[in-house]
Nanobody, 127 residues
């Protein structure tokens, strides 16, 4: 089946930057909607950012808007999450996810619509 592999996580200090990558085993980027989710300690998995199947438009959770940027490289079949000005509350396991849908904005935030998930990469931000 389709495999998604996240990489780029690590331990950083507040204010630092990281870039996460999500590489797909099949042609998904540019064909599927691709999103990033995260699950912090004691929290449920939440939407972070996504790029829709059609047009490559991007969307962000309010908590990361202005700090994080999601982008995609269709040729490399890879989606990126550039994370700047990291905060301790950004500490979480970050997952990439894919769906064949081109969902409405409201649906984009629901993890139930995604068909494929990566294993996650840990991001830890110390104060």
């Amino acid at each position: 089946q389709v495999q998604l592999e996240e990489s780029g996580g690590g331990l950083v200090q507040a204010g630092d930057s990281l870039r996460l990558s999500c590489a797909a085993s099949e042609r998904l980027v540019g064909v599927y909607t691709m999103s990033w989710f995260r699950q912090g300690p004691g929290k449920e998995r939440e939407f972070v950012a996504g790029t829709r199947r059609s047009g490559g438009s991007t969307y962000y959770a309010s908590s990361v808007k202005g700090r994080f940027t999601v982008s995609r490289d269709n040729a490399k079949n890879t989606v990126y999450l550039q994370m700047n000005s990291l905060k301790p509350e950004d500490t979480a396991v970050y997952f990439c996810a894919a769906t064949k849908m081109n969902p409405a904005l409201s649906a984009l935030y629901s993890d139930s619509i995604y068909d494929f998930w990566g294993q996650g990469t840990q991001v830890t931000v110390s104060s």
